[in-house]
């Protein structure tokens, strides 16, 4: 294990923002772990795990230890009739994951095809899409506890996985580093294919989807057709949580905005907040922040989720577009937008 100094991670963020970490590292097999938790520069500087770098945006240098993720290994460790269990190593590419699944016809993660990012770093926010989450097929989370080197393993439940929401986002923040999950997939058909984009995309292609790899396909073309390329557009996907409401509160929007998007979620309702930031815009103008453009920060044409670097931004240039979008969305509906990306 090498640790360097002052070291550029422009590539190492999605939104492609230059910033320099201070203290730098590669993590390649888990019997480095510990040395790295000895080592003078992680003992005495603040630290960051980093994934695929696809749910960060660097406001500033980062004064610490940057860790980098990249313990590789797809194994197959339990087997019965009707399902599989899967360990992944938390330097994995999620996709790959995915591809290792859908190629061996495992159900449960197909929906969350193309999700940029790292194994390790999916149960911090829960990946979601096209109607499942990592929750359904997680079994168990390894980690180290940074205070003693221990390996401790969560189980689903201990993990607290909400909506883009876990523990490790919140009481056990920095506390651990992830080593490895464990999924259980299905080896028997399970198509989910209820979510309304996806049944659309079916419809509207006429494609009657029989195997994994039909909804899988279907996934990635519906991701790759509205969010933009981060290898050509820095973004991070989206950079806001949708809104959720009380039945209360949605009939007085409603009363307002008989034309507002809901959806139902288990007695609480999910307002896009896509929609929103659509129908809001800058200060002062009646344009939408749907494809603004300002300087070299924007917000995508085609989701107005996703905040776009157009090359060379600052993450101050981002932050700023997104609290003018935040105040906008909470003047015209009274709502509050919470990024989804984590500030650093
Ligand atoms: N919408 C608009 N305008 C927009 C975007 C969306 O009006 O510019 C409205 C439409 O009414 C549409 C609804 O939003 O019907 C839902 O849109 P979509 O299915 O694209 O999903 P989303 O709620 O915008 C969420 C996730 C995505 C995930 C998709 C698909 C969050 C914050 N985002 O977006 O996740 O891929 O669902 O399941 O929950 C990510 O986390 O980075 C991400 C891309």
Redesign the pocket.
């Known amino acids: 294990m090498q640790i360097l100094e002052n070291y550029d991670l422009t590539k190492l963020n999605t939104f492609g923002i230059k910033a320099e970490a201070k203290y730098f590292t590669e993590i390649n097999k888990e019997e480095d772990i510990p040395s790295l938790f000895e080592s003078e520069q992680f003992k005495n500087n603040e630290r960051l795990f980093l994934g695929g770098g696809?749910?960060v945006l660097f406001t500033k240098d980062f004064d610490g230890i940057v860790i980098l993720n990249k313990i590789k290994g797809i194994e197959v460790i339990n087997e019965s009739k009707e399902d599989v269990w899967i360990k992944a190593y938390g330097g994995e590419i999620w996709h790959d994951l995915v591809s290792f699944s859908v190629g061996h016809e495992y159900w449960g993660i197909e929906?969350l095809s193309w999700?940029?990012g790292t194994v390790g770093a999916a149960p911090m926010?829960n990946?979601?899409?096209?109607?499942a989450e990592l929750k359904d097929t997680l079994v168990s989370v390894e980690a180290y506890d940074i205070s003693n080197g221990e390996k401790v393993i969560f189980q689903n439940n201990e993990c607290k996985l909400g909506?883009?929401d876990s523990i490790f986002k919140n009481v056990a923040k920095g506390k651990y580093f992830i080593s490895a999950i464990v999924l259980k997939l299905s080896k028997v058909e399970k198509k989910n294919i209820t979510?309304?984009?996806?049944k659309d995309y079916f419809e509207k292609n006429n494609i009657n989807p029989e195997t994994i790899k039909d909804i899988s396909d279907a996934v990635i073309e519906?991701?790759k057709s509205?969010?933009p390329d981060p290898k050509i557009i820095g973004n991070?996907?989206?950079?806001?949580?949708?809104v959720f409401v009380e039945k209360k509160e949605l009939d007085i929007l409603l009363e307002k905005y008989p034309e507002l998007?809901y959806?139902e979620e288990e007695n609480v309702f999910?307002i896009?907040?896509?929609?929103?930031?659509?129908?809001c815009g800058p200060a002062r103008s009646t344009i939408s922040w749907?494809g603004y453009r300002v300087g070299n920060v924007g917000v995508?044409d085609?989701?107005?989720?996703?905040l776009v670097n157009h090359g060379g931004a600052t993450g101050e240039e981002i932050k700023d577009l997104a609290l003018q979008i935040i105040d906008s969305v909470k003047q015209k509906f009274g709502l509050i937008l919470n990024p989804?990306v984590n500030f650093v």
């Open positions: 696809s749910n929906n999700v940029p926010q990946i979601g899409a096209y109607g909506y883009r979510y309304r984009a996806l519906i991701r509205k969010l991070a996907g989206s950079f806001f949580k949708n998007p959806f999910k896009p907040a896509g929609w929103l930031i659509e129908e749907k995508h085609k989701q107005a989720l996703v989804e």
